[in-house]
């Protein structure tokens, strides 16, 4: 069993930071935090869930949505399995709520098909007020 949880959500105005942390804990047979993909979606409501920052973290590729490029930041810890997403410059249509996902494998393809992604965690909210 792998669980992810998500914390740092919440209210911030526009331009502000927030910073969103994913903790991993457990462990299947050949899930190596050293070998796996980690990303960041967020989904409003009626909207599809979009792919907004992704991480390799063997080889450390990533990819972000080209509306948060140069205003988010995805890293991880594997000393402790966290993967932050840092947000900067917020604006109001980045709210969301923000779910973190991971792969048992290091995905090769589209870093954002979310078939590739074994584990969820439950989602945070963040709103970003004008």
């Known amino acids: 069993q792998v669980d992810l949880v998500e914390t740092g959500g919440g209210s911030v105005q526009a331009g502000g930071s927030l910073t969103l942390l994913c903790t991993i804990s457990?462990?299947?047979?050949?899930?190596?935090?050293?070998?796996?993909?980690v990303a960041w979606f967020r989904q409003t409501p009626g909207q599809e869930q979009e792919g907004v920052a992704a991480?390799?973290?063997?080889?450390?590729?990533?990819l972000y949505h080209h509306s948060v490029e140069g205003r988010f930041t995805i890293d991880h810890d594997a000393a402790v399995k966290t993967v932050t997403l840092r947000m900067s410059n917020l604006r109001p249509e980045d709210s969301a709520v923000y779910y973190c996902?991971?792969?048992?494998?290091?995905?090769?393809?589209?870093?954002?098909?979310?078939?590739?992604?074994?584990?969820w965690g439950q989602g945070t909210q963040v709103t970003v007020s004008s």
């Open positions: 457990g462990s299947v047979p050949g899930f190596r935090f050293g070998r796996i993909t």
């Open positions: 991480l390799n973290t063997g080889d450390l590729r990533t």
């Open positions: 996902a991971a792969a048992n494998m290091l995905i090769m393809g589209p870093l954002f098909d979310t078939r590739f992604y074994n584990y």
